[in-house]
């Protein structure tokens, strides 16, 4: 969510930036101003009307005392206390609008970032070259076919297109990347959580995924309640909650995490043709990594994150880059996002395996997540950030793809062949 304070003493400001992510907020800025002047009008009037209630009230006792008519006092707070109920009956009308509208508002994008979608990303930085094969190479579905790694018709059979199932050393690779991922992190200081799979919408509201994606999520409502549920599309969306309504010290930050989570979104589920296999599908596997910080200190902590999330490619072996996105590709929470894009030979050209970003305090805001300035005893909104450290579907088939040799045979990557003692897998016979 965002500052009204700065909205109102920036709105140009506003409306360019957020222009720069396609959106034009224009008339929707105009009225939530004109709603925010309304609703602190209607606060003070209604202060006013309680403060005279009580005056009123309190001088009943003396009038009776004195012997006085109190009829009309009575008349008076009846009318006095009509006005207050209408008042907020009202009230709630408009501030249900107003916060919806403010709900609604993306996230201010950085102000360096360029305007536009995917035409504007911007490649700042490569590592290593790309892969050359000196034999026709195969696609990772037939890969992972042959060597009895993925078995996709049974996977389709149990729950439909846009799932697979992992089999044999095929699961122990999965896991082997899980395991890769969290042994780095832990490494690196960051606390491991395992956080429920099933949501309450709180949770994706804090997180910026609703209103707006409530319709992308797959959700479950309780039969013998009226509680409804939704399954994590990503672990962000538990991470950002953790500390939802409280106050930290200043003494906490940063505080960082990781988590193992499958994932799981039903908009997945639109194919291009070269998108066969498991580079998107409806559940997948992803270690995400977050950070709470003190504002001062986000920047910083985003180009931590992002170094971890390209460290872990690099350990794999894989040529990559990393791109910073333009306004409008940033999602909607998101001021920020640098992508870690990998080469996944038979889609000629790249794919993101990690987005890295910052929301800056405009989850801490939706989540009333704050902390205790020591040197002013204030209290201030969080930064939060998250970065994907890393999903699995994308990086499966660049391994296979990328490590495969002309007998059909892949080499598994040297940081993984710890967990799988196996040094290259060979077609199943």
Request: a negative charge; aromatic letters at 10%.
């Amino acid at each position: 969510m965002l500052d009204i304070k700065y909205i109102k003493e920036n709105p140009d400001d506003v409306i360019e930036r957020l222009a720069r992510k396609g959106k034009d907020a224009k008339e929707e800025i105009a009225h939530i101003l004109e709603l925010d002047t309304t609703r602190r009008a209607m606060i003070s009037e209604n202060e006013a009307l309680k403060a005279e209630q009580n005056k009123v009230s309190k001088s009943i006792p003396q009038l009776k005392k004195e012997g006085k008519d109190v009829a009309p006092i009575f008349a008076q707070m009846k009318e006095l206390s009509n006005k207050v109920k209408a008042n907020d009956d009202k009230l709630k009308e408009v501030e249900l609008e107003y916060t919806n509208l403010m709900l609604g508002l993306p996230n201010l994008p950085d102000p360096d970032l360029k305007p536009g979608e995917k035409e504007n990303n911007e490649p700042i930085r490569y590592f290593g070259e790309p892969h050359k094969f000196d034999f026709t190479p195969k696609h990772h579905v037939d890969l992972c076919t042959n060597l009895g790694l993925i078995d996709y018709d049974r996977g389709t059979k149990l729950a439909g297109s846009g799932f697979w199932i992992y089999k044999g050393m095929g699961a122990r690779l999965e896991w082997a990347l899980l395991n890769y991922f969290i042994d780095t992190h832990t490494a690196d200081g960051y606390d491991f959580i395992l956080p429920p799979h099933m949501l309450e919408y709180q949770c994706g509201l804090t997180a910026g995924q609703f209103p707006k994606f409530a319709d992308e999520v797959y959700k479950i409502e309780n039969p013998t309640d009226d509680r409804t549920h939704y399954m994590l599309p990503t672990a962000e969306a538990a991470l950002a909650s953790i500390y939802r309504d409280e106050i930290l010290t200043e003494a906490d930050l940063p505080k960082k995490f990781f988590s193992y989570t499958p994932c799981f979104r039903r908009e997945a589920g639109s194919y291009r043709s070269d998108e066969r296999g498991m580079v998107r599908g409806h559940q997948f596997n992803k270690v995400e990594m977050f950070q709470y910080t003190k504002p001062e200190d986000s920047d910083a902590a985003f180009d931590e994150l992002v170094t971890k999330a390209e460290n872990l490619v690099k350990g794999l072996g894989f040529h990559f880059r990393t791109v910073k996105l333009a306004a409008g590709d940033c999602s909607a929470s998101m001021a920020r996002t640098y992508d870690i894009e990998i080469q996944i030979p038979s889609m000629n050209g790249y794919k993101e395996v990690s987005s890295v970003s910052n929301a800056r305090d405009y989850q801490a805001r939706r989540g009333q997540i704050r902390f205790k300035r020591e040197s002013t005893g204030k209290t201030e909104f969080v930064h939060t950030l998250n970065g994907s450290g890393l999903a699995t579907s994308r990086i499966f088939p660049a391994m296979v793809e990328q490590n495969q040799l002309a007998d059909g045979s892949v080499v598994v990557p040297e940081v993984l062949r710890k967990y799988v003692n196996c040094e290259v897998i060979k077609p199943v016979k």
